[in-house]
């Protein structure tokens, strides 16, 4: 992960009901994409900490409008 990264293009959740865990996913993936479409060179690193913590962040090693899974 990348600690440099500016707040709004990073987003940390916390999953307590297992029931959310795609809804959650679906709108921090949402918010990273309108902002990845400012710089169209980066895309969506999404980093599994645990079953219920998860970090989207824009990543330049990703390619602009992807997402890919780390496997931490």
Same mark, same amino acid.
């Given at each position: 992960?990348? @600690? ?5 293009? /990073?987003?940390?959740? #916390?999953?307590? @009901?297992?029931? =959310? ?16 479409? &400012?710089?169209?060179? /980066? $895309?969506?690193?999404?980093? /599994? #900490?645990? !079953?219920? =913590?998860?970090?989207?962040?824009? @990543? !330049?090693?990703?390619?602009? $409008?992807?997402? &890919?899974?780390? !496997?931490?």
């Amino acid at each position: 992960m990348n @600690d440099s990264a500016p707040a709004k293009d /990073r987003c940390t959740i #916390h999953v307590s @009901d297992p029931a =959310d865990l795609d809804t959650q996913l679906s709108q921090a993936e949402a918010q990273l994409q309108h902002q990845a479409s &400012r710089y169209q060179d /980066r $895309g969506i690193l999404i980093t /599994r #900490h645990s !079953p219920w =913590d998860f970090t989207l962040e824009l @990543d !330049p090693s990703v390619p602009f $409008g992807t997402t &890919r899974e780390n !496997p931490a």
